[in-house]
């Protein structure tokens, strides 16, 4: 979950605040991409998942262990809520909820509309919601350039779901699936715009990750637990559960705020671009999805 602030590109929570540029590739671009690379790779791992195990379950198991992992060893996470004023504790509590709600909404996304619509309607229509929740805020108005960018966003996800409909396909996008895609996208925008303001406060990013996500994970318990966690009992549905948790919830964020210390924050925009390059490449390629050509 992904994810600065800015309504041009919601990026993951880590993103806000000025950084450090540095030149060597290794020093910041290198692991913003891989973790980008994660990313995306979440919606085909989830699918891989057996047969039985909810979908929504699938990822709130992932979160909750990697949540929980990540407030264990990210440092001052334990502290962080001492540390900030009351509205501050609000807006991690409401933070925690955004990211709660990303895997609840995403992975039964994938399901309906499969993984390649999924993630880039989710992504598509991330940028939309954090512009518009920054000017609901009074944090920042739309700009003549956000607003092209909105709008290419727009008009690419309206080709992406109409696009079996234009090519004549006997099955259309799923708008259960559709709608349940920009809902990930505003608990995308969400909890990146909460975490970028906490961060920008000064409040160390590693920490406010932590917290974020720690909370979130135990939130999302009691789902994972009230569906069956029969499916976790495979050795197939483990394996699922600890590489999502594992792999792009603790070490993506990992990489990214490392990452991002050390590359300009325009830089580090264009490289998570990667992420839905890489969900759609393997929703075709692995799972055999198949797009038409409007989409």
Known sequence: MPHSTCPLTPARPAAAGPRPPRTGSLGGPAPILLSAVLWGTTGTAGSLAPAGAPAAAIGCAGL????????????GARSLPGTCTRPERWLLVFGALAVA???????????RSGVAVATVIALGSAPVFAGLLSWIT????PTARWTGATAAAVLGCALLVLGPRLAGHATPMDPTGVVLAACSGLSYAA????GGRLITRGHPSDAVMGVLFGAAGLLVVPLVLSVGTHWLATTRGAAVAVYLALFTVCLAYRLFGYGLRRTPASVAMSLTLAEPAVAAVLGVAV????????S
């Open 64 to 75: 909750a262990l990697g949540g929980v992992l990540l407030f264990l060893t990210a440092r």
């Open 191 to 194: 909890y990146s715009l909460i």
């Open 287 to 294: 799972l055999g999805e198949r797009l038409p050509a409007a």
């Open 138 to 141: 009074g944090r920042s108005r």
């Open 101 to 111: 709600g990303y895997p609840v909404t995403f992975y039964p996304a994938v399901a």
